[in-house]
């Protein structure tokens, strides 16, 4: 028996599958909420915010949405500890130093939803673009503070490529119980785990460039949070149907991450 299997033993396995499994119903209930409010903005309706923040208002708003707050915070947390035990047990080096960097990402995510969910909104819509603008504009006041935007904007467009390429290259297929599905389920996640993971690459990299510009003309206020990096699409020549793609993308990437709560191995 591994050691990774002595420390969990048989309970902490199903205690660590049914965090991981809730963990990624969580995300897809964010990013398919994400999606559709991105659909929303792409036809006009510029009261909405395409960001995290915007997603929890939209839960809060629906009957037992403080029920339904808690439920998506509580998923999140178990994400982030699922994270850690990749971390801790993990077979390869790599693997273990990313598991690191989700649990930390998942962790924070989390602590803002239950804070949410406590009744402190002001992590609502339209906070990721002021936040990120107030964080950039601290890091650029410290020592080398240029380069360090910079390198964080190059790392975020650099995990947004990486997520394409794998999403395109179907790398997630070998995380699936392929044998438990049928061809057309297979095709459908196949769907909308490529087009959902195109499309969040795509998010990723755009607001990588936009770090980077930040970086490189001293603006803060050429950082975005995710709700302004997604209206950006509707500012390209072709208008607001390439937003419309994203948010279809977005909500597919939703849809990809409750599949992933069926059937991925965990």
């Known amino acids: 028996m591994s050691v990774r299997s002595k420390a969990r033993g048989k309970s902490g396995r199903t205690a660590v599958e049914v965090a991981g499994r809730w963990g990624f119903a969580a995300r897809g209930v964010i990013f398919l909420l994400v999606g559709v409010l991105a659909l929303r903005i792409a036809f006009g309706d510029n009261a909405e915010q395409a960001d995290k923040g915007g997603a929890l208002t939209e839960v809060a708003a629906q009957p037992l949405g403080s029920v339904l707050l808690w439920l998506l915070g509580i998923g999140l ?20 130093l ?35 603008h107030d964080m950039t504009a601290r890091v650029l006041e410290l020592p080398a503070g240029q380069w360090l935007v910079a390198a964080a904007g190059i790392a975020i ?8 390429v794998q999403a395109v290259r179907r790398t997630y297929r070998k995380h699936l119980r392929l044998g438990e599905m049928s061809p057309r389920v297979r095709d459908a996640v196949d769907v909308t785990g490529v087009a959902g993971g195109v499309a969040r690459g795509l998010v990723f990299m755009v607001a990588g460039g936009f770090a980077l510009r930040a970086a490189i003309t001293y603006r803060p206020s050429e950082a975005k949070g995710l709700d302004d990096t997604i209206r950006s699409f509707a500012e390209t020549p072709v208008g607001p149907w390439l937003l419309v793609v994203l948010a279809v993308g977005l909500a597919l990437y939703g849809l990809f991450s409750f599949a992933m709560a069926v059937w991925r191995r965990v």
């Not at 947390?77 to 273990?96: I, P, Y």
């Not at 467009?157 to 394409?164: D, E, H, K, Q």
């Open 157 to 164: 467009a650099v995990t947004g490529v990486v997520g394409a």
């Open 77 to 96: 947390v178990g994400m982030a500890l699922w994270q850690l035990t990749e971390a801790l047990w993990g077979n390869k080096t790599t693997h273990r």
């Open 98 to 132: 990313l598991s690191a960097g989700r649990t930390l990402f998942y962790a924070v995510v989390a602590w803002s939803v239950l804070v949410f969910a406590s009744g402190d909104h002001r992590g609502g819509g339209g906070e990721s673009d002021r936040q990120s």
